[in-house]
């Protein structure tokens, strides 16, 4: 059984900081890409960043490079989004997917957690 359980969201001041995790089961997370998305109220999902497999390439937003930066611990299977000087519009609930490639596209993943919300106040 396929899982993806992110942690690590919740109430932060604006200029603070998070770290979301995101444990996962079921499929092989050392060859998998992983990938973060945010949902903000009432807008899309937007890509936020994505890790190949071997973590050596990322990719980010543009609204969040040099203040997010994406890894993983295949020894733990698990992927983190580290979210430094937060603002107000990263608000939104933090999804995280893995696939068989690396996209921002969220159309290319296969499997999605159920979510973990961030709420920045200014």
């Known amino acids: 059984q396929v899982q993806l359980l992110e942690s690590g969201g919740g109430l932060v001041q604006a200029g603070g900081s998070l770290r979301l995790s995101c444990a996962n089961s079921?499929?092989?997370?050392?060859?998998?890409?992983m990938a973060w998305f945010r949902q903000a109220p009432g807008s899309e999902r937007e890509f936020v960043a994505a890790?190949?497999?071997?973590?050596?390439?990322?990719d980010y937003v543009d609204s969040v490079k040099g203040r997010f930066t994406i890894s993983r611990d295949s020894a733990k299977n698990t992927a983190y989004l580290q979210m430094n000087s937060l603002k107000p519009e990263d608000t939104a609930v933090y999804y995280c997917?893995?696939?068989?490639?690396?996209?921002?596209?969220?159309?290319?993943?296969?499997?999605w957690g159920q979510g973990t919300r961030v709420t920045v106040s200014s």
């Open positions: 997917a893995a696939g068989k490639t690396v996209s921002r596209n969220s159309g290319v993943y296969d499997y």
């Open positions: 890790i190949t497999w071997s973590g050596r390439n990322t």
């Open positions: 079921g499929f092989t997370f050392s060859s998998s890409y």
